[in-house]
C-alpha cells in the first residue's frame, strides 16, 4: 500500500531561522507529490507540486522543496521563517488515489 | 468562484441517526474525494470516485456510503451514526486524467459530532 510519511509531528523554529519538514514516500506511491498547508479551522492550500520537470520545485511563500528518489524523500525547506508560516503541512503523494502524511505543526517563535 | 462547496459546516448527530454531507464543485473536475481528519492522523481517504459513476474505497470507508450521479456532486452517507465518526470531514476535487499532477482543491469541511 502506498504510504506516505512526516517525520515530527512538531518543530518549532526561531523567526529568521531555517524550516525543514520533512517528507518520505513509500516506492508504490506514484511520483505525484504535494506539500499543503492548513492553518487553523481552514481547509488546506496548495504550496507546491512536484511536476516531473525539475527535482527543485518551487512553491508560495518562499517554500521549495527538493524531489529525491534515490532516498524516496521530498523535503519541504524555507530558508527564513516568518511568525506567518505557522500552521500545520501536510505531505500527499499519489494519483487517482491521494495519500496524505499526518502533518507536521509548525511554530515559530519571536 | 466557488471552487468546492462542502454543507453543512457543522453537525451534531446523535448516535444510530444517518445524515449525508454534501460535496459540490463548479470546476469540472474528474476526480472527487472525501477525507476525514483527526488530531494526529492527518487526513486519511474515505471514498474517491475517477468520473461520474465509478466510486472506489479509500483507507477508511467501513460505516460511509457515497455515489457519484453527476460531475458536479459526491455525497458522502453515514447510515448509522458512532461516535468514531466524530470528526472534521474534507471534500477535494482535481482534474483527471490526462492532467497529471494537478492538485486538489479542498472545501472548507464539515465538522461533525455523533453524541
Known amino acids: 500500500a502506498q504510504s506516505v510519511t512526516q517525520l515530527g509531528s512538531h518543530v518549532s523554529v526561531s523567526e529568521g531561522a531555517l524550516v525543514l519538514l520533512r517528507c518520505n514516500y513509500s516506492?508504490?506511491?506514484?511520483?505525484?507529490l504535494f506539500w499543503y498547508v492548513q492553518y487553523p479551522n481552514q481547509g488546506l492550500q496548495l504550496l507546491l507540486k512536484y511536476t516531473s520537470a525539475a527535482t527543485l520545485v518551487k512553491g508560495i511563500n518562499g517554500f521549495e522543496a527538493e524531489f529525491k528518489k534515490s532516498e524516496t524523500s521530498f523535503h519541504l525547506t524555507k530558508p527564513s521563517a516568518h511568525m506567518s508560516d505557522a500552521a500545520e503541512y501536510f505531505c500527499?503523494?499519489?494519483?487517482?488515489?491521494?495519500?496524505f502524511g499526518t502533518g507536521t505543526k509548525l511554530q515559530v517563535i519571536p | 468562484n466557488a471552487g468546492v462547496t462542502q454543507t453543512p459546516k457543522f453537525q451534531v448527530l446523535k448516535t444510530g441517526q444517518s445524515m449525508t454531507l454534501q460535496c459540490a464543485q463548479d470546476m469540472n473536475h474528474e476526480y472527487m474525494s472525501w477525507y476525514r481528519q483527526d488530531p494526529g492522523m492527518g487526513l486519511r481517504l474515505i471514498h474517491y470516485?475517477?468520473?461520474?459513476?465509478?466510486?472506489d474505497q479509500g483507507e477508511v470507508p467501513n460505516g460511509y456510503n457515497v455515489s457519484r450521479s453527476t460531475t458536479e456532486d459526491f455525497p458522502l452517507r453515514l447510515l448509522s451514526a458512532a461516535p468514531s465518526q466524530t470528526s472534521v470531514y474534507f471534500c477535494?476535487?482535481?482534474?483527471?486524467?490526462?492532467?497529471?499532477?494537478?492538485?486538489?482543491?479542498f472545501g472548507q469541511g464539515t465538522r461533525l459530532t455523533v453524541v
Open positions: 470516485s475517477v468520473g461520474a459513476g465509478i466510486t
Open positions: 516506492s508504490s506511491v506514484p511520483p505525484y
Open positions: 500527499a503523494g499519489g494519483y487517482q488515489k491521494v495519500t
Open positions: 477535494a476535487s482535481r482534474r483527471g486524467q490526462g492532467a497529471l499532477n494537478t492538485e486538489a482543491f
